[in-house]
């Protein structure tokens, strides 16, 4: 074959070569090294969007490429390996439409050119790409369906055995099931002949074996069976061969228990129905009825049934708002109305009856509208009621207005809904005004946040009824108590909806419980602190309450006491007759007069005690009180004071005799002496009864034999009757000491009050001791208002200022100092009497002021003798003008500091 032929063959397979390409379907494409588009065919164009009298020669790739990131790394790629057997790319169309692109591409060289250039073809396949994509996406979100969906899905082959199991069917049967378990184990004997006979004919004639859902019973872990549907569908393998049956199961056991219910609860209501007193009918909307329940002729008196027309005997005045509801609701296709609607209609016996009706729309088995169920209730007794309510309201209102005290009702937002005058004039408005506005914008706001707090613990606890009270203050500015008594207000369902309560005044009641409380206060106070023993009786006998005296004085402990009735194991027996008498007066609100016991303590001895019974009154109880004074040591000193007195007699009778010897030679000359012995001899006689009466009288014919005849007298018998004088003074202070402890003792101190000058007093004492700090060179030192006038007893507190300053004088040493100052404070005047002599240590502070108690060390210091009651009568004066006494000392050597007060 020569060159020129070989140059026709190739320019003829060229020309076949390029008309093949030209009609190709798939595109075809030649490129540069660049990109750029040198030649391509039709299919090519097409695919790219492009009309026939369109090239795309001279393009760039990067202009048809989706993205040009892409068509980088393919021309590298390319360069690289020289070509590329697939390749699948994004690309735009003209319009901007996404596309897929399959393509097959090789480099070579253009010899004529020198270069390099590609060329190969493109396939669109983008519906495949998408396809894919979508089954991709529609695998996993059906696997996400199936493994999270309460429904259960199953795969059995057509030998019965389960090929796959999703995880929902061991939820339901609460056990796991493995792939290849037998399809029909588990199921209920009665359900798996049925299944199994379905089954087997399903494989015979390779079809589905039912397209309806089968409800069967599967076996629990529990041991129970559940209720299952199963709607089946074929199961075909890759080769389009039926491999099996998918079954979708779901667990329908509460729908078989709810048919259960609901076919109990149709007999049920049926029953109801059929035997309520409310009648039950349907209207059509062709306004004729469709069912009558009997109750409606009962209702009415006579027959109703199907034939009788809708609105035959309604009354004038409600037929035309029942017919425009009803052909309303029929255009509309649905009722316009939520509440019960009221009309009359007209009884068989010519009155008119009240009915409420209440409708739902009734729909068939398609769900279309095909007219109204109504209820139809009668009204008449309600109706009947209400306006008897809205009288009984009327004058409820006016009872409410009248009322003293206030009454209102707010909404759970706390917005009045009603409110009496009382109330409405407290805030000075009317209760108009106050309907709708909240019960903050009347009170202060420490009010409203308590108030709050009621309310909002009531709504959240439940809480019928509470009682709280609380300070408000008036539009008048004046702040007021109330007592108010909150309830919580519920409609007729019981839901919560308000709450509506009372107000009462009781400031004043306030004013006088606060009175009490303090009284009562003081009252406790004086009976913890009593040094008397004090027992408060109910009026069955038992002991309720005692307080520390009682229990110091007796030995018993407080648990000892309460309860106890068996008053007899208190007192000697021979006592018991009078104790039953008083007891028995006081049981019939008879007080009796104190009176003298001996009183057994824990350990079995007495104490002599005077018992001063009373009625009491403590929180609106009465009780008997007993204040029981130990009197001990006053019997003792009785005891003492007739030892003296028998003492007395018989010196009285040496003294007698004395006399007689010393002055028989004057017996004659002295008719005066001689009636003198008498009254000697009828003092001697009274002594026993009475010795502050002989005192006197002794003391006062000493007085007269030593100023009338003392020049008659010898010097011996001067000297005899100034000691018997000062041992009558010292008998006198004594017996008027032990008065005035037996007056302290029963709180029976006289005090003659008198406005008197303080300082007076005090010069007078001094006057009085002036021999006696004389004698031992005292330095005295008073620091005290020139004018302090008090309400006092002169001669008892010159008593005490006398025995104060007597003590300091005695027991400090030649040379001393004291001191006597006053300090003035809002209810008092506080003295103090200070001296630098021997003093005491602490533990004998409290011991100086006890009943004949005297301190040996002061005595033997000071060679000073006493009777121990000096201190405590001055302490006992003081506390009777209302003040206090008390003691204070460095220590022994250290002075001592006797303080009291006096009430201004």
């Given amino acids: 074959m020569t060159t020129k032929e070989s140059e026709e063959d190739l320019k003829g397979f060229k020309k076949k070569y390029e008309k093949i390409i030209k009609h190709l379907d798939i595109g075809y494409f030649k490129a540069d090294a660049n990109g750029i588009i040198l030649d391509h065919n039709p299919s090519f164009r097409r695919i790219f969007g492009y009309e026939p009298n369109e090239s795309l020669v001279g393009f760039s790739a990067t202009e048809l490429w989706a993205n040009p990131e892409d068509f980088n790394n393919y021309l590298k790629e390319i360069t690289e390996k020289g070509k590329l057997g697939s390749y699948i790319h994004k690309a735009r169309k003209k319009n901007g439409e996404l596309i897929v692109l399959h393509s097959h591409s090789h480099v070579y060289k253009n010899k004529e050119k020198n270069t390099f250039e590609a060329e190969g073809t493109i396939f669109d396949i983008s519906e495949k790409y998408f396809l894919e994509q979508k089954l991709k996406e529609s695998e996993k979100n059906y696997r996400n369906i199936i493994e999270n969906a309460q429904d259960a899905i199953v795969i059995f082959g057509l030998d019965g055995n389960l090929k796959y199991i999703s995880p929902q069917l061991s939820k339901m049967l609460g056990r796991e099931i493995e792939l290849g378990t037998r399809a029909f184990d588990g199921i209920h004997p009665d359900d798996q002949k049925v299944l199994v006979e379905a089954f087997k004919k399903a494989v015979r004639e390779k079809r589905i074996y039912t397209n309806e859902e089968l409800e069967f019973r599967a076996i629990h872990n529990d041991g129970h069976y559940i209720w299952l549907s199963s709607l089946t569908k074929n199961y075909y393998g890759e080769e389009g061969n039926l491999d099996g049956f998918i079954a979708l199961l779901k667990d329908i056991t509460d729908k078989k228990e709810a048919q259960t219910k609901l076919l109990e609860s149709e007999k049920k209501y049926q029953n109801i129905i059929e035997n309520s007193k409310d009648a039950i009918v349907i209207i059509g909307l062709d306004g004729k009825f469709k069912y009558v329940s009997p109750q409606l002729s009962k209702i009415m008196g006579k027959e109703v049934n199907l034939k009788t027309a809708l609105f035959d005997d309604i009354h004038p005045e409600d037929i035309d708002k029942l017919k425009e509801l009803f052909f309303t609701a029929v255009k509309e296709k649905r009722l316009l109305i939520g509440q019960d609607v009221e009309f009359r209609t007209l009884h068989n016996d010519g009155d008119y009856i009240w009915l409420s009706s209440s409708s739902k729309s009734y729909y068939d088995d398609k769900g279309n509208l095909i007219g109204f169920i109504t209820l139809l209730r ?71 946040n308590n108030l709050f707090k009621v309310y909002n613990q009531i709504y959240r606890e439940s809480i019928p009824k509470m009682t709280r009270q609380f300070d408000i203050t008036g539009r008048d500015g004046l702040e007021h108590t109330f007592e108010l008594i909150i309830y919580l207000k519920r409609d007729s369902n019981g839901k919560k909806v308000g709450f509506y309560g009372t107000l009462y005044d009781i400031s004043e009641r306030r004013k006088w419980e606060r009175k009490l409380e303090e009284s009562e206060e003081r009252y406790r106070t004086l009976f913890e602190s009593s040094p008397n023993a004090i027992t408060l009786i109910n009026m069955e006998g038992n002991i309720v309450d005692c307080n520390p005296s009682t229990l110091r004085i007796f030995g018993y402990e407080k648990e000892e006491l309460l309860g106890i009735v068996q008053i007899d194991s208190f007192f000697p027996q021979k006592f018991m007759p009078l104790v039953m008498e008083n007891f028995k007066k006081l049981m019939k609100g008879i007080v009796p007069e104190p009176h003298v016991f001996p009183v057994h303590k824990k350990d079995g001895s007495l104490v002599w005690s005077l018992l001063q019974p009373s009625l009491v009154k403590i929180g609106g109880k009465t009780f008997i009180q007993h204040i029981i004074q130990d009197i001990t040591d006053i019997k003792e000193s009785e005891d003492k004071l007739k030892k003296s007195e028998e003492e007395l007699k018989r010196l009285n009778k040496e003294l007698e005799q004395k006399v007689k010897e010393r002055t028989r030679a004057l017996e004659e ?186 301190i040996e060390k002061m005595n033997e210091a000071y060679n000073q003798t006493g009777t121990g009651i000096g201190l405590y009568i001055s302490k006992g004066f003081i506390e009777a003008h209302g003040g206090k006494m008390w003691a204070t000392s460095e220590g022994l050597n250290k002075g001592m500091s006797i303080h009291f007060t006096i009430p201004i």
Avoid at 443 to 448: C, Q, R, S
Avoid at 746 to 752: A, Q
């Fill in 378 to 448: 009668d009204v008449t007794d309600k109706k009947e009621a209400e306006h008897k309510l809205i009288e009984s309201e009327t004058k409820y209102r006016e009872i409410l207005d009248n009322l003293e005290q206030g009454y209102y009702e707010v909404d759970l937002g706390g917005n009045y809904t009603l409110a009496n005058v009382y109330l409405a004039e407290f805030y000075e408005t009317t209760p108009d005004e106050m309907i709708g506005k909240n019960y903050k914008e009347f009170i202060n706001k420490e009010a409203e």
């Fill in 669 to 854: 000359k002295n008719l005066e002496l001689e009636k003198l012995d008498k009254a000697k001899d009828d003092f001697i006689t009274m002594a026993a009864h009475e010795l502050k009466t002989p005192l006197i009288s002794i003391a006062g014919y000493t007085d007269y034999i030593l100023t009338k005849h003392i020049d008659d007298l010898s010097l011996e018998i001067k000297n005899d009757l100034l000691i018997v004088q000062r041992n009558i003074k010292r008998l006198q202070t004594f017996m008027n000491q032990l008065l005035d402890v037996m007056k302290i003792e029963s709180h029976k101190i006289e005090l003659k009050l008198e406005r008197t000058k303080i300082n007076d007093i005090i010069y007078e004492c001094l006057n009085e001791l002036n021999y006696l700090i004389k004698e031992k060179n005292h330095e005295m030192i008073l620091n005290i208002d020139n004018e302090i006038f008090l309400n006092v007893d002169s001669n008892r507190i010159f008593q005490v200022f006398s025995n104060l300053i007597s003590n300091a004088t005695k027991f400090t040493q030649k040379n001393g100092r004291i001191e006597i100052t006053a300090k003035k404070d809002d209810k008092h005047y506080l003295f103090e009497i200070k001296d630098n002599g021997i003093g005491l240590p602490e533990k004998d502070l409290e011991r100086i002021f006890k009943k004949f108690e005297t």
